[in-house]
């Protein structure tokens, strides 16, 4: 029973039985990412044990501890949701009727918590319809809006669109790519989804939804699986669609197709948004289910159901179809499946001075069977990432990843070759990320700071040019830091440019000061890669008001301001041009 959950490797385990509460206003894990626990499992095992998600309105994780409680626990502890006077939101702002306090949040905790329990521990199936999407609700819960829907259990038969599929009337979308064309969602939305969580990588293949976006009533999205399914026996479809947050009143047309070609319509959703702002994650699904009866089964072979029909009934409007399962009630015995289980490891390797060495990602695939997952392998230079389904067997190396190391004699970082995994049928992830690091062990080229105007008339920059004793390759970055002038006046902040001293600190030049005075003020040095040196500089005014020579001196230091030993402080004079 996970409360406000991360997951990171976003690999739940499909066999264990799992209830996953999603606290609308939470700060922490803003989008909700625990919602993989329920999305994740899809069709990775048998698909026995129930996975749900409890969205309640209006709660934030850290209330469902007393110790993390403000104004309850002994310890300092805050509200995380971002919040501020001058920019209230409308859902999850302190004293909106949306947002639960300390004890309704405490009393609706403690009742799906109990259902929970009374469901997995007990085996009292007569608390399932709290949990599973059923509509149901707790009324020992109240005031707080609870809403659940599940997977798993005894749903069978699913159109799902993470596997092979054809859509006509809507369109494939991915949960996540940064190309607005392909995602689910694009980033200019206001607002986000928990089934569309960003994971280790800019782009997924084979984590996808279908959309649907229409501007008049009748036109029908078809989602038509590889092979035939079966409803036979099912009570019903049930169906999880995302309309989007404030919403109200989207009426879809359920229809189903069989091979003979058909058509039946089992009934009429109607789907409701969360209430959301661009600050909450409430593009999540609602669960809403069709009946299948008697009749239904005359009119049509429910065992070679070819293809589902979504027909919007609304004149505009959009949504997402997440899935759509045949449904019985009933709450099976689980089983642990017998899966292969995959661990990533990391080797940490010298990049040596000389010659190219080839060294393989550390991987262990434990368990029994086989299974298939997929494979992410990133590139440390170019941040792109590939992927390829593999095929996994205990003792075999169906996952090889080669990674070439050429040694040099020159500064650089480390790199860094990371590889993910993802389950996707039968097997179980354990450590999902790994890889080969390479060290660098070559010493950072030594800095020198050598004048190139050091003494100007006003008006004109002051220069300094820093330089390494070798080509890095890497940034070898660093500052000169301000010291004050130990003999004669100091340059002032009416001395130099003002669009200068505002970018590079924020200050103003009034009232005037000597620079040493202004906080934050240095100098950046940054050599790039391949280079060996580079300039910076100050900028002088030149003024009407006579005036004798000023100075400015600085410090070399490293990129954390402690001065590199060795290197001596360097000064800069400028002189009245009168």
Known sequence: MLIGPTVFGQNPVADVPSMTLLPG????VSDLQGQVYVDGTRRVSRGTALHSAVYMVGANHKYFNSEWTPGQAKAPADDDFWHAEEQPDRVCSPGTRTRLTADQQHKAGASYIAAAARLFVAGDDRVRPLLDGSGRRAPS????????????????AGFLPDGKVTVSGGRLCSAVDPAAAKACLSSETAGASPHFAQWETDREPGRRAVALRWSAAGSAARIRPDRPLSLAGDKALAL???????????????????????????????????????????????????????????????????????????????????DAWGWRPGTPQVREAPLPRVDIGRLTVKEGDSGVRTYRVPVRVSGQGSGQIRLFVADPDTGRTTDRLVTVRPGAHDIDVPVKVEGNRRYGFDDVHDVFVKAVRTAVIGAHRGGVTVENDDPVPSVSVTPVADRVTEGQPLKWRISLSAVADAQVSGVLTLLPVTDGPELSTKDVDPAWLLENTGASPDPERPLSKVDGLYLWASVEPGQTSTEVQVPTLKDQVAEPAESVRFQPADDSGEPLPGVPAVTGTVLDAS
């Open 25 to 28: 206003c939470d700060g922490d």
């Open 141 to 156: 819960a109240d005031p707080a809006r609870v809403l659940t829907h599940a997977v798993g259990a005894r749903r069978g």
């Open 240 to 322: 999880r669609v995302i309309v989007p947050p404030n919403s109200t009143g989207t009426r879809l047309d359920v229809s189903v197709t069989d091979t003979a070609g058909r058509q039946r319509t089992l009934g009429r959703v109607e789907v409701d948004g969360l209430p959301g702002t661009d600050r909450t994650a409430s593009y999540w699904a609602r669960e809403v289910r069709v009946p299948i009866g008697a009749d239904d089964a005359a009119a049509l072979d429910l065992r070679h159901v070819k293809s589902l029909q979504l027909t919007p009934r609304t004149a505009s409007g959009r949504a997402w179809l997440m």
